[in-house]
Each structure stands twice: as structure tokens, then as C-alpha cells.
């Protein structure tokens, strides 16, 4: 059986609302159950580094990109769906998760 | 002097909130100077109803004329559409994108995965970031309702729009948002129940309502202002069309601007192209006027129209001719057959002919078309023939607030405009035009057939001219190979006589007055005689007396000689009697 492939994320938040606080500790979560030990998140606050949002065309925050492995996928939103969350990270989803 | 200051009307009021200009023809005029600066102002209508051309035009002017930089943020359609959908404007968006004007790409796109509720972070900071660096004053959000679907909750859709609001009053960007709404949506239960589009209409400070309808199959745009908070507004229906440079808006004129009184001038005075008919309004047309000639079908509007053409062409001036019922050509030789040559003025690019025929259009269309021929073409004639072209496509009120403003705009730009008017067979006892322009109308010249004794004849009459004293007379008009003219009318018996029958009262009066002239020559002849005569008997009865006195005189000598010899004999007797001398 091949090694489980690591995962590199990066995290678009704007400033620490709600949602970004939710969507940071959800991605964490979420990390600490299916991706431990193999996992990397970068958070960027749109609102310290706007020229990032610019470039990387960041509109609807929070924004999770998964950049490795390939392919690579975008997820808009708080992350609590956790079922959509897996099915879009192509993780196994568990019957016990809270998502629909 | 002590003037006072509501009489002073040189100055117009001082706008009350500070404007940023759209450069958008007839918009800025009727929100008295454009959209709330610093402020935020939505642009809502259905699909396809030019919301984003207008938002895009006002970037681009704020650019081109204000140098003010700007912000596109586009949430439906890709930068590239809008651009390329745009290129036929002349906007030159690529040199403008170098410097002064961004697009922000932010569509969603269809791989894009939701997991909970999020928020226009984001794009706060995108744009943020590249108005600082391009110091852009103005934002427009296109399709803002494209991502508020995607927040899938009308809470978070409130909330999201008034941190919105929020973030663009704090930055003082004139921002525009556009957004769908309208019958469009109404069939869609999700879309019809928006309260947050209804939402933000409460909360900006300036809303505008485009909309797009077919009328008798005929497409009519016209924009309204909802609202527009500290500021005075046209609160009418504003028709606009999207033309050649992007959107031109009808600006309704607003009752109560005031216009300084021009000072008392001689007005001009234009030749109608027509010598008689210039006699009969006392000089001929004012410059600046608007005329109406109305008739039925074949009484020759077209001719006089053509006539005043050319007589414009003639002084050297400008002219266009806009024809809605024929062909460009065809106007060239109809008129050639009655000696009214349009060709050389044609070519030397005088006269500019344009044919509309068969050309649908809204009237604010037409009116739009002929407002840019006469603009480009630098006219101070214009002809439009016939008017009533504009009721024909469309409904007829928008038609006749068209030929309104249509004389309102001639009269500002100081062009003499003829229009002619085809009246229907129904209305044909009324002598109302189908627009009704007559009241507005300056002088109204009316052509009609009278059809008497087998013919028909044209008959022309000036109803009313405004300013002139003019001929109440009807005249009849006649067309020949040799131009147009009026001919006198003649009334016998309370009815006025045309063509054979006037052709017959001429001729009878002519056979009349050469009689009258023949028996004159007659009676003097034979006076002439008679005193020839009595000449001559005077004469021979001189000669009479002449001789007769000579013979008186031949007789008195003799008689003197012969008693001259009596007593010269008698003194001889004397002597050889001897007798003595006593």
C-alpha cells in the first residue's frame, strides 16, 4: 500500500469575523480527524494582504484551496458542511459526520 | 440697481449634493448633474436591459473626461465578453485598461464547492487593494445578485449587502451596482422573492429603473429614477436607446428651469424654396422654425419639402434630408421631374439624403438617428419627411413627446425644420395631424385635394404661421417640368376654381378683354374715319371759299375798271362835246 499523500492547504480568511474564525477551526478539525500528521495549512487574511486576494482571485471568503495533491480544489465557505467538505477533498466521509 | 435675486435667472440654483457626472447624454440633465458622489447608487432591470453597458459607459467616461480611474468588477460576464461585447462603442477600453480603468474578474465558477456560509471578504479586499493602486474613484459592481446567490441565505444576503454599503461609503467611492429585477424574475419563485434587492433600494442613496418593453412589437427602453436622496430629480419615464456610443437618454425637459429671455431680435427669414408662397407668408419661413406641411398621400409635401432643400442648398447652407418613406434615390429623381435638382448638392456633399424606409425603430430610435445625421452632418435645414413616420412603428404617445422634443431640439440648435405629415383618409375632415404637432408647430401649411367638375387639384392653404401676416387665400399648386408655383385661385360663386375650371375663367377673361379690346379699336377706327372725313370736307370747302373769294375779287376789280373807264369816257365825251367846265 502506497504512503497517504500529504496535503498542502491554503486558507483564504477576511479579517477575523465570524465566519473566518469558523472556517479556521473547522479546516483544523477536519484536519485533526482525517488528515493527521500529513497535512499543512497556510491562512491568509485577505484584509493584511489584499494584493494576495487580487491576484489569486479571492471573492467569496473563506475560501479553502487545496493545492496538492492534484487536482486542485476550491471550497467557498465556513467548512461546516463536512460532508461536501470531503466529497470535494475526495476523503472519505463518515455516516457519524454533521454535513448533509 | 436693486436687483432681485429670484428674478435673476442667469444663475441656475446651486446644486445641493455633490454630483459626478455620468457624461451619459440625458442622464446627467435629469438627475441635475449625475450620480451622488461619494455615494452609492443601484441600477436595477431585467435581462437585457442595458444595466451593463450604462454602468460600463460611466467608468468610461469618468475616465476619458474627469480622469477619474475606475473599477469594473464583473460577477456575470468575463472581462473579455464585456469588452469584447463593448468594442463596437469606440470606447478604446484597451487603452484605457492600461491605466484608469480594471476589471475584476468574479465569476463564480461552476467547479467552486460551498461548505457553509461565507461573505464578499474577498472581493472587498481585491478591490480594495487595486483602488489604491490605480486611486480609483469610482466602483461598479455588475450583477451584484449573481453573487448573492451564491450566499444562499437571506440573512447572510442583508448582511453582506450592508457591509457593502458600508465599506463603500467609508472608502468615498461613487459606486454603481447593478442588479436583476423585474417581470423577468417573477415566474421565478426564488428570484421573486428577493427582499434584499428590495433592501438595498432603501439603503442607497440613489436608485435607477431600466426597463425594456415591446410595444406593438417594437422595442422601447426607457429609464426612471426611483429615487435619489438630496437631490432634485426627473421623476418621468426617461426613454433611451443604445446607439452607436453607448446609451443616449432622452432628457425630459423639467418645468421651472429657467431660461434667460433672449433679447428681442429681427428673426430671419428663409425662402420656402417656393417664390409665390414666400410672398404668401410675407418673406418666407423664420429661421429657427418649425413647419409642418400636411396632406394626403400624392398633394406634393415631398415636392415643397424638396423645394425648401434645394433653396437651402442654394444659400450655401447645410441640409438634411431625411426620408422615411423612400429611397435616397428615388427622392433625387422624383424631384428632377418637377426641376428641383438635388443631385450636384447631393455630391457636393451639401445635402445630406437619408433614407429610413422600412427601417424599424421605437420613435426615441428615429428621433436619436435624425439628432446624430444632423450633428455629424453639421445641418441648420433639416427636412423630415414624413414625420408621421415616427407614430408608425410603436404607440403614438411616445411618438408625439418625440415630435415635441424634436421641435425643442431643432429650436435650440437654431435649425429650421420642416416636417411633413401624411394625414389619414378617416381624418380627412378634421385637418388634425396623427401626432398632433400642429399646436407646437410654428407655421402649418396644408395641402389638399379639390376634386371638382372630373378633376383634382392641388389646393394649398396656410393654416396658421405664426408671427407672419400671411395670406388666407387658397392657392393652387402647380407642378410642372418647369418647378412648382402657385397659381391664383379664382371663386366663382362662393367655390374656388382650379385647374380647367381656373384654366377656363383665365382664358374666358382673356377672350373677354381682347374683345373689349377689339370693339375699342373699332369705334376708334371709325373715328378715325369720320374725322379724316371731316378734315377733308373742311378742306375742300376752303378751297371752296378760296376760290370763291378770288372770284369775289376778280369781280370786284373788274367792276372798279370798268367805272374807272365809265368815267374816264364820260370825261372824254365832256371834252370832245365842247361842254364847259364847271
Known amino acids: 500500500m502506497s504512503k497517504p499523500a500529504h496535503f498542502k492547504f491554503r486558507l483564504y480568511v477576511a479579517g477575523d469575523g465570524p465566519n473566518s474564525n469558523l472556517a479556521i477551526a473547522n479546516l483544523q478539525a477536519l484536519c485533526r480527524e482525517h488528515l493527521l500528521d500529513r497535512h499543512e495549512i497556510e491562512i491568509v487574511d485577505v484584509f493584511l494582504e489584499p494584493k494576495r486576494a487580487l491576484a489569486d482571485g479571492v471573492v467569496l471568503t473563506p475560501m479553502l484551496v487545496k493545492l496538492s495533491p492534484a487536482p486542485v480544489c476550491k471550497i467557498i465557505g465556513c ?7 470531503l466529497l470535494a477533498l475526495d476523503l472519505p466521509a463518515h455516516l457519524n459526520g454533521n454535513g448533509t | 440697481m436693486n436687483r432681485k435675486p429670484f428674478l435673476n435667472h442667469k444663475t441656475p440654483p446651486a446644486p445641493s449634493l455633490p454630483k459626478a457626472r455620468t457624461g451619459i447624454e440625458g442622464f446627467d440633465e435629469i438627475t441635475d448633474g449625475g450620480l451622488p458622489k461619494g455615494r452609492t447608487t443601484l441600477l436595477e432591470g431585467g435581462s437585457g436591459s442595458g444595466k451593463t453597458v450604462m454602468a460600463l459607459q460611466t467608468l468610461v467616461n469618468a475616465a476619458r473626461i474627469d480622469n477619474e480611474p475606475g473599477i469594473f468588477v464583473a460577477f456575470e460576464e468575463s472581462s473579455e465578453r464585456i469588452t469584447l461585447n463593448a468594442s463596437k462603442f469606440g470606447w478604446d ?6 491605466s484608469k480603468l480594471f476589471f475584476l474578474d468574479a465569476q463564480p465558477t461552476s467547479e467552486l464547492v460551498q461548505s457553509g456560509t461565507c461573505d464578499l471578504g474577498g472581493m472587498l479586499a481585491a478591490v480594495e487593494a487595486k483602488a489604491r493602486e490605480i486611486k480609483a474613484k469610482r466602483v461598479v459592481f455588475d450583477a451584484i445578485d449573481v453573487v448573492l446567490a451564491m450566499l444562499n441565505d437571506t440573512k447572510a444576503e442583508r448582511l453582506e449587502v450592508f457591509r457593502l454599503h458600508e465599506w463603500l461609503l467609508t472608502r468615498g467611492f461613487t459606486a454603481l451596482i447593478t442588479a436583476k429585477t423585474g417581470s423577468f424574475y417573477q415566474c421565478d419563485p426564488y428570484m421573486a422573492n428577493r427582499p434584499q434587492l428590495g433592501f438595498m433600494q432603501f439603503m442607497v442613496d440613489c436608485a435607477v429603473n431600466l426597463n425594456h418593453q415591446l410595444v406593438r412589437g417594437v422595442s422601447q427602453r426607457s429609464l426612471r429614477v426611483v429615487k435619489y436622496r438630496g437631490s432634485s430629480y426627473s421623476e418621468n419615464e426617461s426613454p433611451f436607446l443604445i446607439g452607436d456610443g453607448g446609451l443616449e437618454v432622452a432628457g425630459g425637459r423639467r418645468v ?17 424654396g417656393v417664390k409665390r408662397l414666400d410672398a404668401m407668408l410675407g418673406g418666407g419661413y423664420y429661421r429657427g422654425a418649425g413647419i409642418l406641411i400636411t396632406g394626403f398621400p400624392g398633394t406634393a409635401k415631398s415636392t415643397l419639402a424638396g423645394a425648401f432643400s434645394e433653396a437651402a442648398c442654394r444659400r450655401g447652407e447645410r441640409t438634411l434630408f431625411m426620408s422615411f418613406d423612400s429611397d435616397a434615390n428615388e427622392v433625387v429623381h422624383n424631384m428632377a421631374s418637377v426641376n428641383i435638382r438635388l443631385e450636384r448638392f447631393v455630391k457636393s456633399g451639401k445635402l445630406r439624403l437619408v433614407s429610413a424606409r422600412a427601417v424599424t425603430g421605437s420613435a426615441e430610435v428615429h428621433l436619436m438617428q435624425i439628432k446624430q445625421h444632423a450633428k455629424e452632418h453639421g445641418a441648420c435645414c433639416v427636412v423630415i419627411d414624413p414625420v408621421s413616420a415616427l407614430a408608425k412603428a410603436g404607440n403614438e404617445e411616445t411618438a408625439y413627446s418625440v415630435a415635441e422634443r424634436l421641435l425643442d431640439w431643432s429650436k435650440t440648435a ?5 416636417c411633413t405629415s401624411l394625414l389619414r383618409e378617416a381624418s380627412s375632415s378634421t385637418e388634425s395631424t396623427p401626432l398632433q404637432i400642429s399646436t407646437i408647430a410654428d407655421t402649418w401649411i396644408h395641402l389638399n385635394y379639390q376634386v371638382h367638375a372630373g378633376e383634382r387639384n392641388r389646393g394649398l392653404s396656410i393654416i396658421k404661421s405664426r408671427g407672419t401676416s400671411h395670406s388666407n387665400q387658397v392657392r ?16 366663382a360663386g362662393g367655390e374656388v376654381l382650379m385647374g380647367t375650371l381656373r384654366w377656363e375663367k383665365e382664358r374666358a377673361e382673356i377672350a373677354a378683354r381682347d374683345e373689349d379690346q377689339a370693339t375699342a379699336k373699332k369705334v376708334l377706327a371709325n373715328l378715325d374715319n369720320e374725322e379724316v372725313e371731316i378734315e377733308m370736307r373742311i378742306k375742300s370747302a376752303q378751297r371752296e371759299l378760296a376760290a370763291k373769294r378770288s372770284e369775289k375779287k376778280a369781280l370786284s376789280l373788274v367792276a372798279s375798271e370798268r367805272l374807272h373807264a365809265f368815267t374816264n369816257g364820260r370825261a372824254h365825251m365832256r371834252e370832245l362835246r365842247g361842254v364847259d367846265k364847271t
Not at chain 1, 467548512?79 to 467538505?85: E, G, V, Y
Not at chain 2, 421651472?256 to 420656402?272: D, N, Y
Open chain 2, 93 to 98: 477600453l484597451v487603452a484605457l485598461q492600461k
Open chain 2, 414 to 418: 437654431g435649425i429650421t425644420l420642416v
Open chain 2, 256 to 272: 421651472g428651469w429657467p431660461k434667460p429671455l433672449e433679447a428681442l431680435k429681427p428673426i430671419e427669414r428663409v425662402s420656402s
Open chain 1, 79 to 85: 467548512l461546516s458542511q463536512t460532508k461536501r467538505a
Open chain 2, 476 to 491: 393652387e399648386l402647380v407642378l410642372s417640368d418647369r418647378g412648382v408655383t402657385l397659381a391664383d385661385a379664382y371663386t
